[in-house]
């Protein structure tokens, strides 16, 4: 059993910058892939990046690459988003999820969610 637990969400301007962290229980984070979803009001949880196990392999759909890093310390069992240029449409919870492969982790077949965290952009 793994329990995610985010934090870091808050309010932010245009352009601004947030970094989002999710902390892990258990002995076992470093055999998970692990990612991060968001969902806005109105829309489904969608992926938004994912990472291995050893955090050498990462992916991110268009609409954040090369604006969000997703990096982890397994001595510490946390994972982190970093956003930076971040726009109104940013806007959601995001989650913290965990999976046995990064496969399931982009695909959103995971084995454990967090409870999520919000982050609102305004513009």
């Known amino acids: 059993q793994v329990q995610l637990v985010e934090s870091g969400g808050g309010l932010v301007q245009a352009g601004g910058s947030l970094r989002l962290s999710c902390a892990a229980s258990?002995?076992?984070?470093?055999?998970?892939?692990m990612g991060w979803f968001r969902q806005a009001p109105g829309k489904e949880r969608e992926f938004v990046a994912g990472?291995?196990?050893?955090?050498?392999?990462?992916y991110y759909p268009d609409s954040v690459k090369d604006r969000f890093t997703i990096s982890r310390d397994n001595a510490k069992s946390t994972v982190y988003l970093q956003m930076n240029s971040l726009k109104p449409e940013d806007t959601a919870v995001y989650y913290c999820a965990a999976a046995q492969d990064i496969w399931q982790v982009r695909t959103g077949r995971v084995d454990y969610w967090g409870k999520g965290t919000l982050v609102t952009v305004s513009s």
């Open positions: 258990g002995r076992t984070f470093s055999t998970y892939a």
């Open positions: 990472l291995t196990q050893s955090g050498g392999v990462t």
